[in-house]
Each structure stands twice: as structure tokens, then as C-alpha cells.
């Protein structure tokens, strides 16, 4: 056979099964069939051990995806492709399958009977347990330790350890990586942060310290996770990262998901893995989709996946770890250890391990276990406290809360140490000495040695990897909360200078978390400078997620920042920023509007602006978007007069988009044609990076060009333009760039009459919009596979589908063409046979028409016009509604439109040689559409002639 031959991973182990005459073996890359080798590709062959893996369990197409091409990005239609092959090479008919059984629109199944299933994996040794001893969690340390076990042999793991504050999160996680060891563990924190938090923070901070460990791993992630190595600028130079960018532009998050995925697959080939995240409830969201994400991939993977947070916290603040966290449980993707506070039982074998002079004293355990609440971290500190200080248990006062017991050991502190942990404690959880020493004006080495000594008095802080962090969150909140207001403003105001100083020098310090000090110093200038670079950041780097709630947080700080020209400059970049991002996630509501709006009407105030093309491109594109023809048409306007002033390519090829759109949607073809050309023109020379259009406008405008085309009847160039667009989609390859080449060629089809062919378009925007999560494409993949299906026999259904389509869109604010989707939603009940519902649907559809200017599908809709009167018997309004298409038609200057209108008058009764004639004459102005449904239609009532 033609498989690749190709050694098992050791993550899983290698398949061998027999099913009716069929041998598979996947370590010798084998198929037979009854001892004869059948011909298999590759793809097809992991295709088939994916399937067989899990038989008669649903394997869904993003898990086929995943596990088969990894982090490469191909379409659904590879997939089919594959598929088809598989079932050629096994005789299988997919209609009556016997192996391989579609699950629609989801996945496949393997549904043979298996005769020899594959042997189960040999476990690895569980780690070996310390001779140090833990109350109370005996079971939740041997639950981790199995978890371990089943990571070690390739079933991946998502393990959370839940509790409150000082129940003993930490120091259970603590225990059991001492017996993992080292070398196979990656420790993440997250930390509460008073700004946005910085995307994937944790698990940047554990891929920073496994690459300082293994350098493999370094160069694992530049070859298999880019988008990653742009995440960690110390790995790369600036020219690498330069290109990177470049190359990237326009990925989306999920191709991180997809990356990372693949970057922990291969990396725990060679041994398993822990990765700790810490304090999961201060986590960004980011992080929380990583962990989903790889909680539900289907690839064997050596993982455990090790996260602590506080349940009630995760409760109160909503936060979205919660609904992932129900989901995963749901599924049974995740196992979670909630620790309860000390029992009195357990409480008593405390005090007899560490006070053994009164473990017989019931009375003292008794009024520990009711005043501490049992909580293990209160319970450690009270009887340190006794030990250390000998005082009589009865006559110590026990503070009422851990807070208490926290501010009475600040108390104790020296002023020094005070001092020095109350810088630590603004700077941050995770701390940087030089950062700390700059604060304090001391040098980094006399810092260091102050914090060993906190360290040796294992209370404050602790060491890990050569570094100082807090030993308890809850130890850094009190402290924090302690420091007077104004002194506290003033230590953020030294830190936020010395990060910038640590930034000049070239050390990895995020613009967000600068911005955060200077907002909590009460700096709002270099706030909001930072937090539009952080917002920028995100934008470009595939997180219009994270810069939506960047700007959120920066909005606010506008206004205590003093009026001037450098304020104005910084809302019209963070409007702009905040108003393409919340475009892309959100649609085009009131947000995104309000946004971009009041950063359009500043520009008059700075002129300049280097945002001002991606402003009005992109302030332009979304009033077409909500149908706000007349104000998209000023901003056209105001973009081509700025470009006559300077110059400016970008802002004229925005003004051709804009009145290219807005002319084809209110049927001026030919002025149309004439707009996109010339933009087309500038366009192809711009040299356009990540992030700065919502649509690359190269793809935008040759996509725009279709459809005046086909109305013009240069079908022959329609399809070409329409190669075009998805070729530079494919050499962009933003998501946003594929979905709308993806678009326009539907709109055309539409135009063609190619059910099967806009139904397969149907399919790839709908894989691209679940991959990428585009608000844009959710509804519009939904009409558009509901037109296929209302010619293909399921009319009444897709009239549904059309009609919740339409309401959601317009919920998300994007009206643009809506009298076209309504003239979908009007043939679908008029094929379904409702012609009274078809009449209302029509009228509303007519009316929206007249509203908004739009003449796109007027035609058509005085057609089907046409139609519904000819079913209620009525010729002479059907003759009328047939005359007003043409009219259209002919005022429009369209051939294509003229064709169809005239082939409707040519099948009534009254039709005259004249009219035939005028068919003819139509024909000949269409070129390069002798394949199209319309165009056989003509030619066969010709030929009746």
C-alpha cells in the first residue's frame, strides 16, 4: 500500500484491529483485505486510525482536523475529499455505510464491528510518595497521582483544585509536584490585575520558564506555534519578529488554540508534562478558552493540565471560567478536587505532628477548629504562633479572620521589610528584583538578599526559579489593601517608572501592564498611551477580544486626561481600535458605531493621524454595513477630499470602496464598475499589514466588482475577478479576507442559479466562522444555504432559516442588502406553496427596498412580484409586475437583469415578437454564461420560436 510508513507515537498506542475482511495495523502503516494490501494515501490512512480509534463514538470535524493535519489550516472540503477516499479504498456507500457513517454537519463515526480491538496503553509508574506526610488530603494527592498516571499514558488531563482561600490549594499542588519532579513541570500564575489582563499570561510565564529549562522546547514552538513565538519577543530577534508579522497577518485566535495544541502534543511525545496554572480565577479569558480548547481535543497527548482557583470568587464575578468549567464537568473532560477546611479530627492530627505538648488537649483543638474555621493556612499560623512565641494557647487571642491573622504578622514586621514587601506587593504576585530595587533606590543585590531572608522565614514570599514570589495571594491582597491611599498611588507611580526604564533597556514588560501602574497612579496621559498600544497589540495579533476590553477599560480614563490635540489624538486611536474590534467579535451595533463616530468627528482636530485611513475605511465599510448609505457616502466623500490634499492612496482607494459598494447596492452597475476599477488600481499597490482594515481592500474591492459585473453581463469576468479575490484571500490568509471572497462569490451564484454550488459556499463559511468565531459570517452562511435548500425540496424549512437569519443580523446591526435576503425568505414560501405568505413577505421586502435606497435585487423582487400574482389568477397585475422588472432592468443599464425580466414576459401569453427580439438582443450583451440556469432558460424559449 501507498501509506507512509511512520513509527507510533509513544503518547498512544499503536492501533491494531481486524473488522469483517479488513486488517488494520497502524504500526506497520498497513491495510489489507482478506491478506491483500490495499492502496492507501497517507491522510486517508490517519483518517481511518483516528476513526477506528474510538469506534462508534461521533469524531467531530475540527477533532478529525486537528488530529490528522494538525496545526496546518485546511478546509472542510480536504476533509470531504479525504473521506471519499477512505470509502473508495474500504467499498463503503455512503448512503448505506457499513464503516465510515457521516454525522450531519458534524463529524464521522466508525460503525464497523471490531474483532480485535486495540491493547490498552501501559500506564506509567505513578509518582513515588515522599515520606513528608499531608493532612486530610491523602485521597486528593492519590486522585492527582492517578491523573498522572493516565497523563503519562497519552489520555490527557484537565484537573481543577477548588477552595477557598487558604484551604490548601497551593500546598497540595506543592506536594505533588516535589514527586513529579522538576524536569516535567511548568508553573503559571495569574495574577489580579487592576487593568485588562494580559492575554494567556500564565501559560507565557510557564512556556518562558520551560524554554529557559529544555531549549527543545524553544525550537519546537518556532517551528510548530508562530504565533506563540511573537508572544515571547526574548526567544526571536526584531527582524524575526518583523516577519512574523508579516506572515501572520490577520491569523485569528483559533489558530493559537490550534498551535498550542500541536506545540504540547509533540513536546510531551518525549515525556509527560504538568503544566500548573495557579489562581484561576484571575485569569484572562484567553487562557480559559486555551484551557477548553485543549480539554476537548482528541489527539493523545502526555498532559496534565494542573489549575487551582477559589470557588466562591469564580461565583460572585461571573466569571467565564465558570460556564467552561460546567461544560467540561458535563462532558466528563475534567476532574476536580474541592478541598474542604480541616475536620476536628484532622485538626487534632496537626497539632499532634507539629505540637505534640498538647495534641491531648481536646479543649485547645476544639476552640482552634471553631475560631479558625478549619482552614489549613489559619490553623498553620496559629500554631506556628504558639510554638514560636510559647504563649499559652488559652490566653492567645485569635483573630476572627485569616485577614486578621495576616495584619496582626504585619504587625511584626521590621520597617524594612515592610517597606521593601509593600513595593513588591504594587509591583505585582510575581515580582521583578530590579523593579523592586529601582522603587526603593537600593541596589538589586542588597533587594535580593533582603528577600532570602523573608523566604528562609517561610511566611512572605518564597523562591521559585531563581525568582521571589508571594507564598499566598491572600498575604499580597492584605498587604496591599494596608498601604495608605497616597502612598499607594505614589509606589505605582515608581513602579510604572521603573518598568519603562526596564522597557528602554530591552526587558519584556507589557504596555498593559504599564498602563495599569499609570492609571493607579493617576497618570491618565501615559495610561492611555499604553493602553492604545496594548489595544493595537491585540488587534494585530489575532485578540480582537482582548482590545475591545482594553479599550473598555481605557474609555473612561478620556475623561481625566487635560483637552489638547495629544488627547484628541489618543481617543481617535483607541475609538478606532475599540470600534474595528468590536466589529469583528460584536457586529456592527451601536458599539462599534458609537466609537468609531466620535473618533471620525475629532479627525478635524488632528488631521494627520496615522489611524486616519483605518478610520475611515473602516467607519465607511460598517455604515454600508448598517444600510446607512447617505452617511457612508460622506465619509467617502471627506476620505477622497483628504486624499486630494495629500496624496494619500489609502484614503482614495476607501472612497472608491465606499461609493463602489453603496453604487451596486442602489443599482448603478456601470458607475459601480467605474469606482472599484479605479480603486482596484491603488489598492494593488498598498501594502497593507495586520490589523489595519477589517477586509484586506484589494479583496474587498475585486469581491465588490462581481456582482456589478454579472448585471452588466461580463459573467466571464465576474468569475475571473472572483479567482482573483480568492486568490489573495488565500495569500492574506485573514480569516475576514477568505469569508468575504467566500461572500461575494455566493452573491453571484445566487445570481447564476447554482443551488449546489452556493450550498457548498454555504458549508465553507460556515467551517470559517466556527473556526474563527466572525460575527460577520454567522448569519449569513445560514440564508445562504437555506436558498440551496429551498430549490433542493425544502422550502418551508429554509424559509425558517432565512428568516431567523435575517433577525439576527439585523439584531447585530448589519442591514446591507437586506431586501435581497427578504426576497430569498419570499421564494421559499412561494415554493413551498404559501403564496399569501410569500405576498407579505414580498410587500415587507418591497418597502425596506423603497427605505433604503436599495435596487440590487428590485428586479427579482418585482418578479417574484409577478409570480404570486399569476398564482392568485390575477394576469393583468402579474403582466404589470412583469413590465416594472424590466423597467428596472433597463433603468439599471443591466443585460443580466434584463434577460431574466424579459424571459418572464416572453412566458406569459401576451408575449410579441418584439419581445423575443429584445431577448436576443439581451443574450448578445451577456458573454462567458452559456453553463448558467438563466441563460439555457432564454436560449430554450428562443429556440421554441
Not at 703 to 728: M, S
Not at 791 to 814: S, V
Request: hydrophobic share 45%; net charge neutral.
Amino acid at each position: 500500500m501507498t501509506a507512509e510508513r511512520s513509527t507510533p507515537s509513544s503518547t498512544s498506542p499503536s492501533l491494531r484491529l481486524r473488522f469483517n475482511q479488513f486488517e488494520l495495523d497502524e504500526a506497520d502503516a498497513r491495510l489489507t483485505r482478506a491478506g491483500q494490501p490495499v492502496p492507501l494515501a497517507p491522510k486517508p490512512f490517519a483518517v481511518l486510525c483516528a476513526l477506528a480509534r474510538t469506534p462508534r463514538t461521533l469524531v467531530t470535524k475540527n477533532a478529525l482536523l486537528d488530529n490528522v493535519w494538525g496545526h496546518r489550516f485546511v478546509t472542510e472540503s480536504v476533509l470531504k475529499s479525504t473521506i471519499s477516499e477512505l470509502r473508495a479504498a474500504l467499498q463503503d456507500d455512503a448512503k448505506q455505510p457499513r464503516y465510515i457513517e457521516t454525522v450531519s454537519r458534524r463529524g464521522y463515526r466508525f460503525i464497523a464491528t471490531v474483532n480485535a480491538p486495540a491493547a490498552p496503553a501501559a500506564l506509567a509508574p505513578a509518582p513515588v510518595a515522599t515520606a513528608s506526610s499531608m493532612i486530610g488530603r491523602a485521597q486528593p494527592l492519590e486522585r492527582l497521582r492517578t491523573a498522572w498516571q493516565l497523563a503519562a499514558a497519552g489520555k490527557r488531563q484537565i484537573v481543577w483544585i477548588a477552595g477557598e482561600a487558604g484551604v490548601g490549594k497551593t500546598t497540595l499542588a506543592e506536594q505533588f509536584l516535589a514527586e513529579v519532579g522538576d524536569a516535567h513541570y511548568a508553573h503559571g500564575q495569574c495574577v489580579q490585575q487592576y487593568g485588562s489582563a494580559e492575554p494567556y499570561l500564565p501559560v507565557l510565564e510557564a512556556l518562558t520558564a520551560l524554554c529557559k529549562r529544555d531549549a527543545a522546547a524553544a525550537e519546537l514552538i518556532r517551528s510548530v506555534a508562530p504565533t506563540w513565538l511573537l508572544q515571547l519577543p526574548w526567544l526571536s530577534t526584531p527582524e524575526e519578529r518583523e516577519a512574523l508579522r508579516r506572515d501572520l497577518a490577520g491569523a485569528a485566535p483559533a489558530r493559537m488554540l490550534r498551535e498550542m495544541g500541536e506545540f504540547l502534543d509533540r513536546y510531551t511525545e518525549n515525556h509527560p508534562l504538568v503544566l500548573v496554572t495557579a489562581d484561576l480565577h484571575w485569569s484572562d479569558q484567553a487562557t480559559v478558552q486555551l484551557m477548553d480548547y485543549i480539554a476537548r481535543r482528541r489527539s493523545a497527548t502526555r498532559l496534565l493540565w494542573l489549575a487551582s482557583f477559589r470557588l466562591t470568587e469564580l461565583i460572585a464575578a461571573d466569571h467565564s471560567l465558570r460556564a467552561v468549567r460546567n461544560e467540561l464537568r458535563l462532558h466528563g473532560l475534567c476532574e476536580e478536587i474541592v478541598l474542604d477546611a480541616f475536620s476536628e479530627k484532622e485538626i487534632a492530627e496537626y497539632v499532634a505532628a507539629h505540637l505534640p505538648a498538647r495534641a491531648a488537649d481536646e479543649a485547645f483543638v476544639r476552640a482552634l477548629h471553631q475560631r479558625t474555621d478549619g482552614l489549613p493556612l489559619f490553623v498553620a499560623d496559629v500554631v506556628n504562633e504558639v510554638a514560636e512565641r510559647g504563649v499559652r494557647p488559652e490566653a492567645m487571642a485569635i483573630p476572627r479572620s485569616l485577614t486578621g491573622v495576616i495584619e496582626r504578622y504585619l504587625g511584626h514586621l521590621a520597617g524594612a521589610e515592610r517597606t521593601l514587601l509593600e513595593a513588591a506587593g504594587v509591583c505585582g504576585a510575581d515580582f521583578r528584583l530590579p523593579t523592586v530595587a529601582r522603587v526603593l533606590e537600593r541596589d538589586t543585590a542588597s533587594v535580593a538578599q533582603s528577600c532570602a531572608e523573608l523566604a528562609r522565614q517561610q511566611r512572605w514570599l518564597s523562591e521559585v526559579d531563581e525568582r521571589y514570589v508571594f507564598r499566598h495571594a491572600l498575604y499580597r491582597e492584605v498587604l496591599y489593601k494596608s498601604i495608605a491611599p497616597l502612598a499607594r498611588v505614589e509606589l505605582h507611580r515608581k513602579v510604572a517608572a521603573a518598568l519603562e526604564q526596564e522597557r528602554a533597556e530591552g526587558h519584556a514588560v507589557s504596555a498593559v501592564e504599564l498602563a495599569s501602574h499609570f492609571e493607579l497612579a493617576r497618570q491618565p496621559m501615559p495610561a492611555l498611551r499604553y493602553y492604545a498600544e496594548a489595544a493595537e497589540a491585540a488587534l494585530g495579533q489575532f485578540i480582537p477580544e482582548e482590545c475591545v476590553r482594553i479599550t473598555e477599560r481605557a474609555w473612561p480614563l478620556l475623561e481625566q486626561a487635560p483637552e489638547g490635540r495629544e488627547r484628541n489624538a489618543l481617543e481617535i486611536a483607541i475609538g478606532t481600535l475599540r470600534g474595528l474590534a468590536a466589529i469583528r467579535v460584536r457586529g456592527a451595533g451601536s458599539e462599534a458605531k458609537s466609537a468609531l463616530q466620535r473618533a471620525y468627528a475629532l479627525l478635524d482636530e488632528v488631521p494627520q493621524h496615522p489611524m486616519r485611513g483605518r478610520l475611515l475605511h473602516g467607519f465607511g465599510f460598517m455604515l454600508c454595513m448598517r444600510a446607512e448609505y447617505a452617511e457612508a457616502l460622506a465619509v467617502a466623500d471627506r476620505a477622497e477630499a483628504l486624499a486630494s490634499a495629500t496624496n494619500d492612496p489609502v484614503l482614495l482607494s476607501t472612497a472608491c470602496t465606499i461609493h463602489g459598494d453603496v453604487d451596486q447596492l442602489q443599482g448603478r452597475s456601470r458607475a459601480a464598475r467605474t469606482w472599484l476599477e479605479r480603486g482596484l488600481a491603488l489598492a494593488e499597490r498598498l501594502d497593507v499589514g495586520s490589523g489595519e482594515f477589517l477586509v484586506d481592500p484589494e479583496v474587498t474591492l475585486l469581491g465588490l466588482l462581481a456582482v456589478p459585473l454579472v448585471h452588466l453581463g461580463f459573467v466571464e469576468q465576474a468569475r475571473a475577478v472572483l479567482q482573483r479575490t480568492h486568490a489573495r484571500a488565500r495569500d492574506r490568509g485573514w480569516p475576514m479576507a477568505r469569508l468575504s471572497a467566500i461572500w461575494y462569490s455566493a452573491l453571484v451564484e445566487v445570481r447564476l442559479g447554482d443551488a449546489q454550488r452556493v450550498a457548498a459556499l454555504a458549508d465553507e463559511m460556515r467551517a470559517l466562522v466556527d473556526e474563527f468565531a466572525l460575527a460577520h459570517g454567522r448569519t449569513a452562511w445560514r440564508w445562504f444555504s437555506a436558498w440551496a435548500r429551498a430549490r433542493t425540496g425544502q422550502p418551508r424549512e429554509a424559509y425558517r432559516a432565512i428568516r431567523d437569519a435575517y433577525e439576527d443580523n439585523a439584531h447585530l446591526g448589519m442591514l446591507t442588502g437586506a431586501s435581497e435576503i427578504l426576497g430569498y425568505a419570499t421564494e421559499a414560501l412561494f415554493l413551498a406553496g404559501d403564496v399569501d405568505g410569500a405576498g407579505k413577505q414580498l410587500e415587507e421586502a418591497l418597502q425596506l427596498a423603497e427605505r433604503l435606497g436599495e435596487r440590487v435585487y428590485l428586479t427579482q423582487l418585482h418578479l417574484l412580484d409577478a409570480r404570486i400574482a399569476d398564482a392568485h389568477g390575477e394576469p393583468d397585475r402579474a403582466r404589470g409586475s412583469t413590465r416594472r422588472a424590466l423597467d428596472e432592468a433597463r433603468a439599471q443599464e443591466a443585460p443580466w437583469l434584463e434577460m431574466l425580466a424579459l424571459c418572464a414576459l416572453c412566458e406569459q401569453p401576451v408575449a410579441t415578437p418584439e419581445h423575443r427580439a429584445s431577448l436576443r438582443a439581451a443574450l448578445d450583451r451577456i458573454s462567458g454564461a452559456e453553463d448558467t440556469a438563466p441563460v439555457a432558460r432564454a436560449r430554450a424559449l428562443l429556440g421554441k420560436c
